[in-house]
């Protein structure tokens, strides 16, 4: 599975963003999709995630209420859409594939990664 994120961009603070990512490669509902994210100085973390059918959705704590996840499996597409930013949303934003079952919340259960989209948050 080949990923590719777009989106990314200066956004102020309140402001909303709507990540992209499509997918190609394979059949593209027998995966769950991921974002993740990873600050500058920080660690990779959660974000959001969505099963194969798009019945399932998972949420960061700090992102719960705030961000939505969603996908369209006839474009190929999972979508981030990020209301309410913050300062702290500011980050390199990836999408990501798996295969199987496992942990949602871990990014090494994930085996296809996406270059990643930078979001910046001003004040």
């Known amino acids: 599975v080949q990923l590719q994120a777009s989106g990314g961009g200066l956004v102020r603070a309140v402001g909303s963003r709507r990540l992209s990512c499509v997918a190609s490669?394979?059949?593209?509902?027998?995966?769950?999709m991921g974002w993740f994210r990873q600050a500058p100085g920080k660690e990779r973390e959660f974000v959001a995630a969505?099963?194969?059918?798009?019945?399932?959705?998972y949420y960061a704590d700090s992102v719960k209420g705030r961000f939505t996840v969603s996908r369209d499996n006839a474009k190929n597409t999972v979508y981030l859409q990020m209301n309410s930013l913050k300062p702290e949303d500011t980050a390199v934003y990836y999408c990501?594939?798996?295969?199987?079952?496992?942990?949602?919340?871990?990014?090494?259960?994930?085996?296809?990664w996406g270059p990643g989209t930078l979001v910046t948050v001003s004040s």
């Open positions: 990501a594939a798996k295969r199987y079952s496992g942990s949602y919340y871990n990014g090494y259960e994930y085996g296809y």
């Open positions: 490669g394979r059949t593209f509902s027998d995966y769950a």
């Open positions: 969505i099963s194969g059918s798009g019945g399932s959705t």
